[in-house]
């Protein structure tokens, strides 16, 4: 994160807000009457949301790595892939 320019920084910054709203709006859905997912699992994907939320905020401010928010995208779409 430190060796950005300006504009690159800004493109990451977009990208980890982008990434932090598809998992609010994710752990939102969760918590809806309506979610028709078992409870572990809702309270699951909270949990991961909050976690992106802090550590999103860690990449921003303190340079922290972005890996790790890519390697949880990454798990979660390998799980959600239909099996073949």
């Known amino acids: 994160v430190e060796n950005l320019d300006r504009r690159e920084f800004r493109r990451l910054v977009d990208a980890i807000d982008w990434n932090?709203?598809?998992?609010?709006?994710?752990?939102?859905?969760?918590?809806?009457?309506?979610?028709?997912?078992?409870?572990?699992?809702?309270?699951?994907?909270?949990?991961?949301?909050?976690w992106v939320s802090r550590y999103s905020s860690q990449v921003v401010r303190e340079g922290a790595k972005v890996a790790p928010l890519i390697e949880v995208n990454k798990n979660i779409m390998e799980g959600l892939a239909p099996r073949k």
């Open 20 to 50: 932090r709203r598809m998992w609010s709006t994710l752990a939102a859905d969760c918590t809806s009457a309506g979610n028709q997912l078992p409870d572990s699992l809702r309270a699951q994907i909270i949990s991961l949301s909050m």
